[in-house]
Structures are given as structure tokens and as C-alpha cells.
């Protein structure tokens, strides 16, 4: 079944930022204006969304609406680790599988942020293939998607190139895919496909990104990157050994957000973390007990302006930076 269980609450986008806005206000005590500014919205758009909230008798003597806790989760994950816009999913099993409320709640922003003209590359992973089924496609004009990384030749459900392809589709875009695996046998190899086989022109791609929407893979399981087969036991022991403790598109990271000398990092075919940075937007969704320290090091590594979890991650992430 593609929906969530009845259980699981997954706001709207229209009932989060009703909700933000009416705390930043209400709690915080932030001006109008000073909250249209840091939001991006202009003041008319905050005088409305105050109204509909006190219309809706979400807003008494304290906040009513059932996103409170959630939200002033988000303002503190926000703070301390500098990211423009933290969204949570609700999720109360410290120890449970978050993917598919992080999937939904990724999937509703996904969709408010695509627009025409746009030049969007995208990673790989559990996380965002499930986003696919809760986002609102729509028909765009002059619309691109680039993978970030080579892809997978088996036909494997989390392949880079299958999720980039049904993205694209989503929004009647033009794919733009890496033909070539994610990690190669050498740095000679890898060097050879890039200056003699055309690949070099998709990545100069990224260098004109609008957004990117990126994950994090763990290493202390056996995780995607592991199934997928193209990294062995060995490998993996051995970037634990180097220091790594997860990485984005197969760019290895230690626990600080570098990126690791390894042999590795020296064989993946995908685009430089440095260059991505330079993306305007950068949208992280990722989660879950084993992918923490991880997630940890990428908001680091890749300072995204957007970062979407779940709600027990953001608990341990702002615990873990208070030891």
C-alpha cells in the first residue's frame, strides 16, 4: 500500500507554515516583518496566514495546533546547525524505520518547489525513490533533472538512473543520466570516462543547478550502497578503518564532513561535494538511528539550506551536538 498507516500524522504544507508563521509570532514574539523576511514570504502572506490560523482556533493563549512541539523541534535543529528550513516528520519509535514518514513529508515540499525553467539534480537512495509516491507531479516547461552519479547495472529498484528517469517523468522533463557505473575499477578508468566519453558535459551540469535534493548512506549496517553490490565487506571495513561513517553519492566523509583520502572516493563516478555546495538549494532528506552520525558529518559537508527528517533524528542530533 503507498499510504501511510492511519496512525501516522503527515501535515500539509499549508498547516506547517500556518504553524511556523503562528509561532514565530505568537511564541517567539518575531514582527511580522522580521518573519516574512526570514521566511521568504512577503507580509501580506503573514498577516493571512495569522488570520487562517486564528479562524481555524489554532492560535488561544497557547499554540493549539497540533504541530507545536514538532515545530519548535524545527526552529532549534535550525539554530544550532544553520539550516534555512528544517521540516519533521512526526515519528515516535527512537528505534523504528522512519523512511516512509521522511519520504511523505519530503514528497509535499518537493512538490511546492518545482517550477519551470529549473535544472534540479538528484542522488540516490531508499529515502528519496520513496518520495516518488507522494509527490504532485506536474507538466513543466524547460525542465531538467540530472543524476549526480553513475548507476547501478544490475535492475535494481534504488538505482540512481532509474529514480532520476521517473523524477523527470513526474514533472515532463528532459533526464540527464550518467551512463557509467557509480564506482569503476581505478582512477584511470574513471579519468578515462570522463575526458573521453562525454561525461564530463553532464556533470558541467551541476555546475548550474538550481536545487539538488540529496540523501546519506550509512556504513555500520549493510545499507543501500552495500546491497547494491558495488561495495564489498572489504571496502567497507576499510573506509570504517580510514574513518568514514557514511557518505553522499558514494563520497566517503568522516565524522567532521570531510571527504576521506581513499581509494574509494578515487574510483566513484559522481559529482565533486565542493562543486555541489555551490547549488543555491540544497535539500538533504535522510534519517534514522544508523544514518545519525552520518547525517551529522553531511550538514557539514554539504550545508543544506533544507533539511527534511524525522522527528526522533532531530532529537538525537541535537543531543549528540550538546555532549
Known amino acids: 500500500m503507498n499510504d501511510l498507516s492511519p496512525s501516522t500524522f503527515v501535515p500539509s504544507e499549508p498547516d506547517r507554515l500556518r504553524a511556523r508563521v503562528s509561532w514565530l509570532y505568537h511564541v517567539e514574539g518575531h514582527t511580522q516583518n522580521e518573519i516574512a523576511t526570514r521566511m521568504n514570504l512577503n507580509r501580506v502572506m503573514v498577516v493571512r496566514l495569522l488570520a487562517e490560523a486564528r479562524r481555524r482556533n489554532e492560535v488561544r493563549v497557547s499554540m493549539a495546533a497540533p504541530l507545536s512541539e514538532l515545530i519548535g523541534l524545527e526552529c532549534r535543529v535550525e539554530q544550532k546547525f544553520a539550516v534555512r528550513r528544517v521540516l519533521l516528520a512526526p515519528f515516535a519509535d527512537p528505534d523504528g524505520d522512519p523512511t516512509m514518514v521522511i519520504a511523505a513529508a519530503a514528497g509535499s515540499c ?17 529515502t528519496l525513490y520513496n518520495t516518488l509516491r507522494y509527490i504532485a507531479g506536474a507538466s513543466l516547461e524547460d525542465f531538467r ?71 546519506v548512506g550509512g556504513i555500520t549496517t549493510r545499507t543501500t550502497s552495500y546491497r547494491s553490490g558495488y561495495l564489498g565487506e572489504a571496502d567497507r571495513r ?25 581509494d574509494v572516493n578515487r574510483r566513484v563516478i559522481s559529482v565533486n561535494l565542493a562543486r555541489l555546495k555551490r547549488t543555491p538549494e540544497r ?40 555532549d
Open 238 to 262: 576499510s573506509l570504517i578503518d580510514g574513518g568514514a561513517v557514511g557518505d553522499v553519492l558514494y563520497n566517503f566523509i568522516d565524522r567532521d564532513g570531510n571527504t576521506l583520502d581513499h
Open 145 to 215: 533533472v540530472v543524476s549526480l552519479l553513475g548507476g547501478i547495472a544490475a535492475a535494481k529498484r534504488y538505482n540512481p538512473a532509474e529514480f532520476a528517469w521517473q523524477f523527470a517523468e513526474l514533472f515532463s522533463g528532459e533526464g540527464y543520466l550518467v551512463p557509467a557505473p557509480a564506482v569503476v575499477d581505478s582512477p584511470e578508468t574513471k579519468h578515462a570516462l570522463l575526458e573521453r566519453c562525454g561525461l564530463a558535459a553532464t556533470f558541467e551540469m551541476a555546475e548550474k543547478l538550481d536545487l539538488a535534493f540529496l540523501s
Open 110 to 126: 518537493i512538490s511546492g518547489l518545482m517550477r519551470s525553467g529549473m535544472t534540479v539534480g538528484v542522488g540516490w537512495g531508499t
Open 283 to 322: 535539500v538533504l532528506v535522510s534519517g534514522g538511528r544508523e544514518k545519525r552520525t552520518a547525517l551529522r558529518a553531511a550538514l557539514r559537508t554539504i550545508a543544506p539550506t533544507i533539511l527534511i527528517t524525522d522527528e526522533q533524528t532531530a532529537i538525537a542530533l541535537l543531543e549528540e551536538a550538546a
